[in-house]
Each structure stands twice: as C-alpha cells, then as structure tokens.
C-alpha cells in the first residue's frame, strides 16, 4: 500500500489521508477521513422531553473521486453490535480497505499482525463509512454529559440515525444509494434505523446489508417458559457436532436439512408439552435429538430436551476435556475445570482479540495519522445495562416491516453463518417470515448463508464468496 499524509485536519480535528492500495489487480486511490463527528442532538429528534445531548462519534470515512459527469457513488455505514462491540471488526475484518490477518485457518496467530490490502473491499464500487458508537473505539460522551445517554434501544437508534443524517449532510451525499450495513446487535439497530430514516428525515436507504443476528427476541431467549429459542438454534448445533465428527457418513446440508425439519415440525411440541411428557415419549425423544447433536441421549433426558447454547458450548466436547466457541463453533479451547457447566470463555473470541485490538491500535495512528490517547475500546461494559423498548424488547420485526412498506425499492442482503452459536441463523430466517409484508415484497429480500460463525468474514474462502455476493447486491440496489 502507498501512502500520503498531508497533515490536514477539518474544524472537527479530522484526520485526512490518501492512500492507493492494489485490489483485484488493479490500482485503487482513496481518501480517509478519521475523526470525531460532533453530534448535537435536538430534543424533539425521538419526542423525548430530555435537554440535548451532546456526543463525539468516532467516524472513519474511505471515499473515492469521482468526475462531475459520473453518477454519485453508493455510501455503506457499517458498524457492529453488542451492544458495547467496537465497529473495528467489520473495519478491519471486511468493509475497510485493510484487513487483518487475524488467524491461521482456526489456529491463532502472534504480533506482529499483518495488515494486508483488502482485496475484498466494497470500496472497490462504494464510499465505506465505519461508525463506532458511544463509549465504543473512541466514542465518548462529551464531559459534562450522563455516560449512559444512549445505552438503550431507541436512544441508540436516535443517536445512529444522526450520525448518518449528518454525515450525508456535510458531504452533500444526499443524492447517494446509501446502505446501511450492521453485524450482529447491529443488524437489529439497522432495521430500527432504517425506519426512522424514512419517517423522520425522507432518507430512503437503498439498501440493508444484516450480518449474523435474528430480528426478534424469541430466537436468543432461554428464560423461564421459553420455548423458541431452542429450535432456533438447533440447526446451528447439528451443524457444529457435524464439523467435530458426529456423523461423518452424512453432508453437512444433509444435517442441517433434518435438524431444521425436526425443529419446525416436532420439537416445539415437544417442548410446549414440559411436564405433560411421559417418561417414554421423552425417552424417545432424547434419542432423536441425541442423533442431531452429538450430545447424549441421557444428558437430553436430564435437560428435558432443553440445549442452551452456554450448555452446548461445554457438552458437545466434553469427553475430550475441550468447550467449543461462541462465536464460531468450530474454534476450539479449555476450561479450567472440566467438569464445569458454563465456558469460562468464548475460544473464537480470544483467538482474534487481540490480533484486531493490536493492529486496530496501530492502523489509525500510522496509516491514518489520528492521535487520540484515549483507550480505544473494543468490547466494553460501559454500554451496560442496555434498556430495551417497553412491550418490544429486541425486536426489530416491526420497524423492517415498517421501512419496507413505506420504502418498497428497499433491498435487503441477509448474511448467516451455519456454525454461529451466538446468533443462531434458523432463528433469523424464522424472524423474517413474520415481517408483516406482502408477498410481493419478499422478493426484496435475500438470505445467503455461510460455511462460517458469527464473523463471517473471518474465514477466507467465505469472506471471497461474502464479497461477490454483497458486490452483485449493491449492483442489484444501483439498478432496482
């Protein structure tokens, strides 16, 4: 990568460099803009009768010239969930034009962390925006401010919606295909988003790119009474146990079809019977989905057919004194105590941890030339505890439905990885089937799914096939 530095900085102490990398064989010349975007917030903005609030958003803009002749450029926000995750993932994982090298296949690597050109990057046909929210990377309240302003749901909301209303703004990119593109958390915050850029400025996003999250709440709750959140996550167990070794003789669309068939047709029966369930129809039961799991028929009587994903995690490898990842269930670490029921950690977050935190930490000093001296927070808990909307709780179904009514050019891209134990993809595409739409609008929406966990993009042939694929959506979007 050549890179040129010229000092300059905006009234809002940006950053601005220029940079030509090499992608797809060819040269590519850009401009990133890094710094904190002021956000002075009104109180009418969510109909909240709280003064304004006052926040310094961490933005790291890339763009690309175009002549005066050329139609404008496509702007992609991107940023990642949590809530209380930094946007680093998705910056230097798959939307920015540098990557990390963050691990050997599923091994981890050691610093120094290589930063590669990223052949990959939608820069190659769009502006690439990377927002980090508050109390993330270098976001903060301003001093005077409460810290947990916008630690909540609609304040969130409120808050990422300003930052992309100003951002198009000052850069005059009104005119622009804008996309919205959020991991994780940030898949149910672009849904919301979405809807209150449409009702509250007339900003019509001409795109969603949702990444590794279901929309609703009963996909990822295990409390009491909870029956959903279990078959929504079976197809994700099958998969794993299927890439350990359970079941070598079948494909892994093989397993995964029939853990989806038994979660939509007998499972939720099985467990809305609870304690109806005679001791030989549990029985029975528990050897069928022993069969799908890799885990024992006698630990599934014990549970009541009921698998958390915390349980998962420890049960599936358990006779080999090994827990399986969180993130991406095919990363594999240890527990202190073998005999324990809980992971002490996630084994696919430690490996990539520190490879993104370090070369994150390098990047925007010696490529971008920022200098902040603050702690750039990657994963924090700052952002706890977040409240969520009286009645709603996590949900997104509504707002998607909602924007898409109002907004029927509105195209979707869904991302899902098969071996995400974080987020469990059948659940996802359970969730959308209750977007309130008209069939004709279905066709709006595309769901793809990966050989990969929650961080799609951290395996490299996905990555590649993640790349076409959100490269033809966004060609999909500008011709719609």
Known sequence: MEEETNGETTEDSFAITHHTIRVGGESLEYTATAGYLPIREEPELSGLSTPPSAANIFVTAYTVAVRDDEPPRPVIFAY????????MWLHLGFFGPRRVIATDGLRPIGPPYALVDNDETPLRYGDVVVVDLVNTGYSRMETDEPADTYHGVTRDVDLTAEVIRLWVTRNQRWNSPVLLAGESYGVLRTAKVAERLISRHGLYPAGLVLISSPIGP???????????????????????????????????????DEAEQFAAR????????????????????????AQITGLSADYLVRTRLRITNNRFFVELLRSRGQIIGRNDGRFIGWNADTAGELAHSDP?????????????????????????????????????????DPGQGFSAVDSLGIALRKHPRMLINYSLGYYDLCTPYWGAECDLAQVDIPPELMA??????????HMIYLDDSARVEQAKNLEAFVGRVASF
């Not at 299927?242 to 397993?255: K, Q």
């Not at 490879?355 to 700052?382: C, K, Q, W």
């Open 80 to 87: 990642n969930g949590g809530p209380g995750s930094t946007s």
């Open 266 to 289: 007998e499972y939720v029966p099985l467990l809305q019977a609870g304690n109806r369930l005679t001791d030989p129809k549990l029985k029975v039961a528990a050897q069928r989905l």
């Open 348 to 388: 696919a977050y430690d490996v990539i941890r520190g490879a993104f935190a370090s070369a994150m930490n390098h990047y925007v000093r010696t490529e971008l030339g920022y200098i902040n001296d603050l702690p750039y927070e990657v994963t924090t808990a700052r952002a706890r505890p977040w409240q969520t």
């Open 218 to 256: 009963d996909s990822m709750d295990f409390g009491p009474g909870a029956v959903l959140s279990y078959p929504a996550f079976l197809p994700s167990y099958a998969a794993v146990a299927h890439y350990h070794g359970h079941r070598p003789d079948r494909t892994l669309a093989e397993v995964i």
């Open 444 to 453: 709006n929406i595309e769901v793809q799914h990966y050989a990969s966990g």
